[in-house]
T-cell receptor, first 116, second 113 residues
Framework: GAVVSQHPSWVICKSGTSVKIECRSL??????MFWYRQFPKQSLMLMAT?????????EQGVEKDKFLINHASLTLSTLTVTSAHPEDSSFYIC????????????FGNGTRLTVT | GDSVTQMEGPVTLSEEAFLTINCTYT??????LFWYVQYPGEGLQLLLK?????DKGSNKGFEATYRKETTSFHLEKGSVQVSDSAVYFC????????????FGTGTKLQVIP
């Protein structure tokens, strides 16, 4: 089946530094990738939608200059948390879809970010 | 806008007990409905789906029926196992497919031997 690899699975960084999270579709070409943030005991909050070769579409309230998303190829999207602060600590999950319409979402295993 | 409401957890059951996790939704048009499962430290996996009214999605002994009249998509399993312990998310995507999914808050299920 379709596999999405997310790396790293966990990361600890200091306030003010930037962290990059990678999301790769291993055995299919993902035309669209989604980035979610999950707070403890809460649901997934969609942060942005990225299509290969174009700028990401951010959800209302998500700072695009803070959460930089790059979808440079059909198999790779990256999320960079810039100038991270403790409130950015969270579980970030990516998902990818093969095409449009009713193509299913395939999720990565998530990245636990802790900012100290 | 679209929304999904599911019962709060955690739900604790003994092995072989019957499981129901309630889910109701609000959406315009005819959404597709999903249940996703998240095991500890992992991402989400699609458990089952239904794309139109009265459809029944099923997988691994789990079932859910798309009830448009009650705007519900309750998850059921006749006999749970310890390995079913996870967080279950009800979700929907608006008319047109999977492109944007709205999730419920998740229900943690713990099955004890």
């Amino acid at each position: 089946g379709a596999v999405v690899s997310q790396h790293p699975s966990w990361v600890i960084c200091k306030s003010g530094t930037s962290v990059k999270i990678e999301c790769r579709s291993l055995d299919f070409q993902a035309t669209t990738m989604f980035w979610y943030r999950q707070f403890p005991k809460q649901s997934l909050m969609l942060m942005a939608t990225s299509n290969e070769g174009s700028k990401a579409t951010y959800e209302q309230g998500v700072e695009k200059d803070k959460f930089l998303i790059n979808h440079a190829s059909l198999t790779l999207s990256t999320l960079t948390v810039t100038s991270a602060h403790p409130e950015d600590s969270s579980f970030y999950i990516c998902s990818a879809t093969i095409g449009q319409g009713i193509s299913p979402l395939h999720f990565g295993n998530g990245t636990r970010l802790t900012v100290t | 806008g679209d929304s999904v409401t599911q019962m709060e957890g955690p739900v604790t059951l003994s092995e072989e007990a019957f499981l129901t996790i309630n889910c109701t939704y609000t959406a315009t048009g005819y959404p597709s409905l999903f249940w996703y499962v998240q095991y500890p430290g992992e991402g989400l996996q699609l458990l089952l789906k239904a794309t139109k009214a009265d459809d029944k999605g099923s997988n691994k002994g789990f079932e859910a029926t798309y009830r448009k009249e009650t705007t519900s998509f309750h998850l059921e399993k006749g006999s749970v196992q310890v390995s079913d312990s996870a967080v279950y998310f009800c979700a929907l995507s608006g008319s047109g497919g999977y492109q944007k999914v709205t999730f419920g808050t998740g229900t943690k299920l713990q099955v004890i031997p």
